[in-house]
């Protein structure tokens, strides 16, 4: 498996602004991926971060909301935008290893409450 | 769509062995069966996958029935530390998006 590192863990932050959150991995690694989890659910795809390339978005998720960069095959940034009390939420990166039936691995997420 | 139905919870003993089941009656043939756990304040961790045979690994065991209709996973000494939400999840092999569920949810008591 891969060593998945998540920055920020937690953060707090004020409606209208925008946060940053980075994944970094400690190989290389074909496939990223950004989760979001809301309170008391369970994970919902937002976007598979593609390298040198624009991530492609899941129903109900926009670039312009969560713009995503994928600069190398290590690391990744996923951007919230414009922030409101309902993007607070666990924000997670994963990894996909390889081919075939290879799980993804994910990062401890980055916990963000909006206030 | 859940392409999944776990129960929503499930209370284990310590020591004992935890057997999870999980219903995917609309598999296809490609789809991989995938175990994940989330424990308090962490990323889902993975446990284990396959395809039609059993599988067994240094933290569960996975049967799939010969039909492929359902699984079982199994915690073969249940801890403390096995507390944790379980999710299965059914992927194709070349597709890596993970759809969750609501999973079960699994409380082992001393």
């Known amino acids: 498996s891969a060593v998945i590192s998540q920055k920020p863990s937690r953060d707090i932050c004020q409606r209208g602004t925008s946060l940053t959150i980075q994944c970094q991995v400690d190989?290389?690694?074909?496939?990223m991926f950004w989760y979001r989890q809301q309170p008391g659910q369970s994970l919902t795809l937002i976007a598979t971060?593609?390298?040198?390339?624009?991530?492609?978005?899941e129903s109900g998720f926009v670039i312009d909301k969560f713009p995503i960069s994928r600069p190398n095959l290590t690391f990744s940034t996923l951007t919230v935008s414009n922030m409101s009390p309902e993007d607070s939420s666990i924000y997670l990166c994963?990894?996909?290893?390889?081919?075939?039936?290879?799980?993804?691995?994910f990062g401890d997420g980055t916990r963000l409450s909006i206030l | 769509d859940a392409k999944t139905t776990q129960p929503t919870s499930m209370d284990c003993a310590e020591g004992r062995a935890a057997n999870l089941p999980c219903n995917h009656s609309?598999?296809?043939?490609?789809?991989?069966v995938y175990w994940y756990r989330q424990i308090h304040s962490q990323g889902p961790q993975y446990i284990i996958h396959g395809l039609k045979n059993n599988e067994t690994n240094e933290m569960a065991s996975l049967i799939i029935t010969e039909d492929r209709k359902s699984s079982t996973l199994i915690l073969p000494h249940a801890t403390l530390r096995d507390t944790a939400v379980y999710y299965c999840i059914v992927r194709v092999e070349y597709d890596y998006k993970l759809s969750f569920g609501a999973g079960t949810t699994v409380t082992v008591r001393a």
């Open positions: 609309t598999i296809s043939g490609n789809e991989y």
């Open positions: 971060a593609n390298q040198g390339s624009e991530a492609t978005y």
């Open positions: 190989s290389q690694v074909t496939m």
């Open positions: 994963s990894v996909g290893l390889g081919q075939g039936g290879q799980p993804q691995h």
